[in-house]
Each structure stands twice: as C-alpha cells, then as structure tokens.
C-alpha cells in the first residue's frame, strides 16, 4: 500500500482525527536519520540533508547543537532518531516532504484542489521552503484550477508576488463581468491595491475593444442571408447591429469566450431571422466568425499592462 493511500486510510483534509499512539507512514517515508510527527501523529522518516537543502528553517535547527544523549523512552525519541513534532497534520506533511524528496520533479505530488494548495504553502512559507512554494505555484493556473476557482488562483499567486501566473489568472477572469466573481478569503491577504489594479485592467480591456471597428474590413461578416426571409421581408440582423453587439459584448466581458457565450448567440439569431434556416445556419456562423475575432481580440489584451507591483 503507497504513502498516500495509507495516510488517506487513517486521515483526509476535512477531518484529521487525533490518534493516541503514534504510527509509521510507511514507504517512502520509512527511512532517515529524523522523524517528524505530524499533528494526528504520524511518523514520517526524513534525510536532515534533504530537509536542510529545501528549508532554512530546518537548516538551522540542525545546526543548533545537540543534546549529548537520547533517552529512547523520552517523547522526543523514537528508535533512537529525534522526533520534531509539527502542526501540520499527516495529508498535508506527506505532500510537503514530497516536494522536498529529490524525485519530485518526474514524481509530482497529487494536489487535488486549491484547499490543499493553501495548506501546503502555508507550510512551506512557515518553513521558509523558497523553491518548494515557487514550484507549488507555477502549479496554481492548471484548468482544474482555474477554470474552478480563478480568483481564488489570483489572489494565491498575487499573495505569493508569482507575476506570470496572476497575469493567466486576471486574463482568465475576463471572461467575467468584472462585478461577478464572488468573494473569497485569500482576497484577504492581498491588498486593496492590486485588487483596484485587477478591476482597472478589467475596464482597460473592455474600453480597448473598440480597436476592433478598425477591422471590420479585415474580418467582416459571414454571410446570414436567407432567400425565404429576403422573400417574405423577414428582418434581417444588419452588419452594423452585429459589429456594434460585439463591441458591447467585449466591452463588458472583454474575451472571446463571451461570444461563444450559448445566451448571447441566440440572442443574435433570434434578431438576424425567424425562420427555420436562420435558426440553423447562423449559430455556427457566428460561433466560428467570434473564433476568427480571437487572434485581434488577444492581441489587444497582450497590449494592455495589469500594473501590479510585484516587486
């Protein structure tokens, strides 16, 4: 049985039950010259090499001296090897000293959502673990994530100064009108500034969309022309109308996503026809005319600075 199943057998995020009697975490955590005792007490055997190339903190513990002899019987004792005892309970433990195990970067460990993600950078941060809490939040803008949770994601990586992944965040949350998005806690550790500076590059982007009426001639409109509605005086979405819906529609929303919006592509068809051919032919013509918008739509927003210090 591997580490994480066992630990998930006696533990999980939500609900760590205290145990009395210490027990081992098992493979690959079975072998070193240290233990640390997580907060639901489980033993995990570590490399003080390893854990002093990955944390300064533990780096300086191990160069404090140390007592001249261990009593086996004491609680600091196990085995013979020192035991440290830490908070963090033995989910969050397995998955920390993963990142610091010299495998780590072929073998990743499972963070399985952004609950977990905290914790573990909690710990890291504690533990002054630089490269561990970098590399977890290269991880944060994977689409299980963001596609989730993506001001959650923003305001991780904004906490954590990581400037690539809050720009994927904040262009990712564009797809939103900027007064959706609700509430979430990390917003509480970062500050009222970068929050402004994400709602005013928001706004900036959505007031740079009407850069796109300059290509109208280099994108026009696919043809909705229908002989029954033409014939029967049916009326017609005009170019103007659609040019001028795309821009409202970026404007509030600045991202292609908002065009393939289902809602917004009936609305447009319900305007460019009412018979059963409009109905048929211009959900794909517009679906792949806003696809063809997404190369100029981007390029704006590539020009557009979030303005956030990261410094």
């Known amino acids: 049985m591997d580490t994480c199943t066992t630990l998930y057998k006696y533990t999980s995020i939500e609900d760590v039950e205290s145990r009395r009697i210490p027990v081992d975490a098992g493979a690959p955590f079975d072998r070193g010259d240290i233990i640390l005792r997580s907060a639901d007490n489980v033993d995990f055997h570590f490399h003080k090499l ?25 609680d600091r004792t196990k085995d013979g090897l020192p035991i440290i005892p830490v908070t963090e309970n033995s989910v969050i433990l397995q998955k920390l000293l993963s990142f610091c195990s010299p495998v780590y970067d072929t073998d990743v460990p499972a963070l399985e959502n952004l609950d977990i993600v905290m914790s573990v950078l909690d710990a890291a941060d504690k533990y002054d673990m630089k490269r561990v809490g970098i590399f977890i939040v ?72 009407t850069q796109l009426t300059r290509l109208w001639s280099t994108y026009p409109l696919p043809s909705l022309d229908c002989k ?84």
């Open 138 to 209: 290269r991880m944060i803008t994977a689409p299980r994530f963001l596609e989730k949770e993506p001001m959650r994601v923003f305001a991780i990586a904004c906490r954590y100064r990581s400037e690539a992944e809050t720009l994927v965040a904040a262009r990712y949350m564009l797809r939103f009108a900027v007064w959706e998005p609700a509430y979430v806690s990390e917003l509480d550790f970062i500050s009222g500034s970068d929050f402004q500076r994400l709602v005013k590059y928001h706004t900036n982007c959505g007031q740079a969309m």
């Open 50 to 74: 390893l854990l002093s190339l990955a944390s300064s903190f533990f780096s300086n513990m191990f160069s404090l001296p140390q007592p001249d002899s261990l009593d086996d019987a004491a």
């Open 228 to 311: 029954f509605c033409r014939k029967k005086g049916v009326s017609r979405l005009s170019l103007k109308e659609y040019q001028d819906s795309v821009i409202e529609a970026l404007r509030i929303r600045p991202s292609v996503e908002s065009l393939l919006n289902p809602e917004w592509i009936d609305s447009m068809v319900r305007r460019a026809g009412s018979c059963i051919g409009c109905r048929e032919r211009a959900p794909r013509a517009l679906a792949e005319y806003a696809k063809e918008l997404a190369f100029p739509v981007m390029a704006i927003i590539l020009e557009i600075p979030l303005d956030i210090d990261f410094r």
